[in-house]
């Protein structure tokens, strides 16, 4: 028998899609490591568990996010992505108004000042490090404004929502990297804390403000949710877009003919974004834990494991997209999961599209081509998130 496949290991983090497509033709549901956890492969699979929650429960998450060696709760734990309903749903309805269309409009102007600064440095420069120059400035800035940041903290948002994203990417053993991520959430949660009690004594016209004043029924959110709900804005409105942007620019490097077609038909840019997120997903996968004694796919699994859905592994599944392995933009009607599925499908989804296709318009109308700059990236060591944690580029204007 051979040995399970470690989701955590250099090789799997840094080229996935083999070794999915391994597990593919084993079964829908399969062990890896680390732990033995069941590993959910397969789309139709991946999709049922996802709009499943009363057989798996969120608080799967838990076994990513709040390992025991962190020693205390990691305040992401509050937020709606590991709740269950009926309570997922009342406070799902508080942060949704903040990403409908009306209010997502109103961000595109500084959406386009931030890309726009961002490329006009890159091409002074020529040769930079993409993620910093442009993938993280632009969701650090829109999530700095709806949270009414400081600018001078958008830098270390980054900083902070790596840790927490790669959480479960560090071993217990690693000294280094526990006592960092101990030191970031305890950081994290004090900052949450005091901005918090900031916004009482003087409210503004930001998310913090508005959510200190909503109500669910005829209760205020606790301080515990409020911190969960900055975390999580934090989390998801970064990391995702961060390393979709990132995803793309790597495209561009590899597939250098993209970039002058989309300058030339701007208007196949959003097609080129969903085909990037199927490509290559910024969430790698989500985890649940089975409320009940549950059989899926054949395979029994018992109330309390921990089961891993592989949103990458579905992205390619050969049964939903035909040539997975291959990136077209011309593909159509593709049914991706890369933003979950059901009660917990990404608030933020619209916000990354925009942010996404807005910082493509600004850079694919004034360069002509990019160059990877190195011969091995490094990826972000994380069970959830998947994104090089930096993407050396020379850039070449029109």
Excluded at 130 to 136: C, E, G, I, K
Excluded at 229 to 251: I, K, N, P
Excluded at 368 to 383: F, G, H, I, V
Aim: hydrophobic share 40%.
């Amino acid at each position: 028998m051979s040995p399970r496949i470690n989701f955590l290991s250099r090789e799997f983090m840094e080229n996935p899609h083999p070794h999915l497509a391994e597990l593919r033709r084993q079964g829908p549901v399969v062990q890896v490591e680390p732990g033995g956890i069941w590993a959910v492969i397969h789309h139709d699979e991946v999709q049922h568990v996802l709009k499943s929650p009363q057989l798996f429960s969120s608080s799967g998450l838990r076994f990513a996010f709040s390992p025991p060696w962190l020693g205390r709760i990691n305040p992401l734990s509050y937020s709606i992505a590991f709740m269950d309903p009926p309570h997922h749903g009342r406070l799902r309805a508080l942060v949704t108004q903040a990403f409908t269309p009306k209010a997502l409009a109103r961000l595109e102007s500084r959406v386009h000042a931030t890309a726009r600064k961002c490329v006009d440095d890159m091409l002074e420069k020529r040769r930079v490090d993409f993620v910093d120059a442009l993938s993280t400035p632009i969701p650090a800035s829109v999530i700095g404004h709806l949270l009414g940041l400081d600018e001078s903290r958008h830098a270390q948002l980054k900083q902070w929502t790596t840790d927490i994203a790669t959480i479960s990417g560090v071993a217990a053993d690693d000294a280094a990297g526990t006592a960092r991520c101990r030191a970031t959430v305890e950081e994290l949660d004090d900052y949450s804390r005091r901005l918090l009690d900031d916004r009482r004594r003087e409210p503004r016209e930001d998310m913090v403000s508005e959510l200190l004043q909503a109500r669910v029924g005829t209760e205020a959110l606790t301080d515990d949710e409020l911190v969960g709900f900055f975390v999580a804005l934090l989390v998801g409105g970064l990391e995702t877009t961060v390393s979709l942007l990132s995803h793309c620019a790597r495209l561009f490097t590899m597939r250098p003919e993209l970039l002058p077609r989309l300058r030339a038909m701007p208007t196949l840019i959003p097609r080129f974004i969903e085909e990037t997120l199927r490509y290559e997903p910024p969430i790698l996968s989500v985890i649940r834990t089975c409320t009940e004694d549950v059989t899926l796919a054949g395979v029994p699994l018992p109330k309390g494991a921990t089961v891993l859905l592989s949103l990458v592994s579905a992205s390619r599944d050969e049964k939903h997209f035909p040539d997975g392995d291959q990136f077209i933009l011309e593909r159509e009607n593709a049914q991706q999961l890369s933003f979950g599925h059901g009660i917990h499908f990404c608030i933020g989804a619209r916000l990354t599209r925009l942010e996404a296709r807005i910082a493509l318009e600004e850079l694919v109308s004034r360069v002509d081509r990019m160059e990877l700059r190195t011969e091995r990236l490094e990826w972000t060591p994380s069970l959830i998130v998947r994104g090089p944690t930096t993407l050396p580029v020379e850039l070449f204007p029109v």
